[in-house]
């Protein structure tokens, strides 16, 4: 095999084996799993509430925009009907899966990361305070050995650079 190959093997497997991409993978077989879960619950709860308020199931629901609409025997549609509670159904389910992941995943998340940032800027205070604190014990330290060696010693109190 040439080293082309090779190498683009190699890059193919550090790229399956990061972290992120098996994370994608997961996220993508759960989504499909609750996506399923959530078109169950508009299908089952959802639309028979709406149809309990009206007249039929909310899939049930369109206009006509050629008149007539009406099905013959063999199946076949006459006139162009709009299909609108299909629609509305499609977008409740949309605004379930949304509302769901939003309160469920991206709000507790997004609170969990904010609690942890703040932590960590909390500790990265403490840490400058104790390095100030520390610096100010180091200079009084300083000031305190040269004021016991005197003016006299012929020691310098000041740096020169």
Not at 104 to 113: A, C, G, N, R
């Amino acid at each position: 095999m040439s080293k082309d190959k090779e190498s683009v093997l190699a890059g193919f497997k550090a790229f399956l084996m990061r972290g992120n991409v098996i994370d994608l993978a997961v996220a993508v077989v759960i989504g499909a799993a609750f996506t399923n879960v959530v078109n169950s619950v508009v299908k089952g709860i959802i639309n028979p509430l709406v149809g309990a308020f009206g007249t039929k199931d909310l899939n049930g629901y369109q206009s006509c925009l050629k008149s007539p609409c009406s099905t013959d025997a063999a199946g076949n549609v006459t006139g162009i009907p709009i299909m609108w509670g299909l629609v509305l159904s499609s977008v409740l389910t949309f605004l379930i899966t949304a509302g769901v992941v939003y309160f469920l995943m991206v709000l507790p998340m997004s609170k969990f990361l904010a609690r942890r940032a703040k932590n960590q800027a909390a500790k990265e205070e403490v840490k400058e305070v104790m390095e100030v604190s520390e610096l100010e014990v180091l200079k009084e330290i300083r000031d305190t050995l040269v004021a016991q060696r005197g003016p006299g010693n012929g020691v310098p109190t000041t740096r020169t650079p």
